[in-house]
């Protein structure tokens, strides 16, 4: 309650002063050009289809079942439900009557074509850092997409949210005002993986924690965070709370095919940025990203969910044996019935090696939150012929069972206590 409190006044505070600049900040929109480099024609697209993959615009522009591009995918909120927009080029519905410097606005500075300001839910926190050519070669790609005739959704925002202006204290305080700049102090590779992690995949927007203000927090980067109901676990080179202790390959795979023997996989916001996104990478992108995740500094988060790679429960087990760790609980036989299959009793994974639960962090959690919420939704990794899919099992299992099955994971996989309950798998579900 005091924290609701505290960010109600905060936003109180931003409110008041974004009326304020709401007189003396006029919309403005600067002409934008190309630089020499810019390629033209068909190289052009190309090279805009490549970026709007690595920045992952398909993953919110795209409803569940929807045409590529076309929004109305939901974003719930604390106080009220935003939509993402149609970006086809649809001269009536989507944005084919929008001039490149408006879409430059958009992507910089949070701005609408009528001059109103856009949630964050769109990142352009990020999208601030890049530079006006990709932006254009990314607007060059979305023109050649094919147009769809689909209206936005109306937002769903309480008062005061739902008065855009709001935002504009908030921006003043939280966008970068000049794309990124490459850092003298390390070489091409470094900075690539850098220009690709903050501004084109956006990796923060998911990994870093907010402060109440709905912020990144910059003491905190990629220190973990949750993300609809996912803990998007902390990426920064501590070894037992974050990714130190990951080899490059390891990295390098996750990145590229969502998964790691040995590591566990990519299921929720990180399966899908997979899906859609990363696995489209170059070899050389996926290797700078390695390259510049492992300077980050170390942070240290959740040391209960360090992860064991031998526990004792896994002694003896085989793919078709659960070994000594038999016994006769609800969890486990769920287990039996419905999951070791796929993963195995020995978590190397059958059939394909995706499935390998040995060393996930997700299995190494007491919490379980990633364990339940894989189990009630599943995972879909769609484009990789069909190895890393997961049925989710919302409606076939009750909270109770699935808190079950869910313990018992944890405690075979990692020889620790799960602490998962009806009511945490209750409160996931919504
Ligand atoms: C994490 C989700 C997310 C990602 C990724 C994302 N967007 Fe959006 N975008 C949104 C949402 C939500 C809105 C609506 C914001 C609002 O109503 O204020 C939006 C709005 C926009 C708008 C304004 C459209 C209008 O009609 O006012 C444009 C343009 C846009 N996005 C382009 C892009 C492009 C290009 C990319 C990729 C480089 C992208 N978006 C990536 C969520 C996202
Ligand atoms: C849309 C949100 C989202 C974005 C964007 C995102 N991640 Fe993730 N990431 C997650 C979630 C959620 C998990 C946990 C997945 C799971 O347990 O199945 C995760 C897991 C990971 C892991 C595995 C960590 C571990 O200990 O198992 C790595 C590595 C990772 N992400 C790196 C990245 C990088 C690098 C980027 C940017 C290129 C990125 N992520 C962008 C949500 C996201
Ligand atoms: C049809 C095969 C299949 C079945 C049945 C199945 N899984 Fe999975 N599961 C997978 C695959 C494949 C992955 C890895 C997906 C990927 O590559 O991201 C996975 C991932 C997971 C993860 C890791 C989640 C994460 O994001 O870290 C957990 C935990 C899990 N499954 C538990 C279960 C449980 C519990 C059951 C039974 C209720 C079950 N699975 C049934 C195939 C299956």
Redesign the pocket.
Known sequence: MKRILITVCALGVVAAISAACFFFWPASIEAVQATHAQPTGSALVAKGEYLTKAADCAACHTAPGGQPFAGGRAFKLPFGTIYSTNITPDRKTGIGQWSDAEFVRALHRGIGRNGEDLYPAFPYTSYALLSTDDVLAIRAYLSTVRPVSLRNTDNTLVFPFNQRYVLRAWKLLFVPTRPWEPSAAHDAAWNRGSYLAEALAHCGECHTPRNRMFALKSGRKYAGAVVDGWKAYNITSDSETGIGAWSDAEIEQYLSL??APGR?????GM?EAIDLSLRHLSSEDIAALTRYLRTIPAQRSELAARVVHDPGTLNGAKAWSPGADHDESAGFQ??AS??V???GWDGNGQQ?D??G?RG????NDPAGT??VR??LEG?K?GSLGG?????P?AGA?SDEEIAA??NY?IGHFSGRRGNVTAAAVRASRN
């Open positions: 969502g998964h566990g996989s990519a299921g929720g399966g769920v287990f419905a999951c299959s796929c993963h394909t995706s499935a639960l996930s962090r997700s299995v990633n364990v894989a189990v995972i990794i190895h890393n899919t997961m049925p099992f299992y099955v869910s994971v």
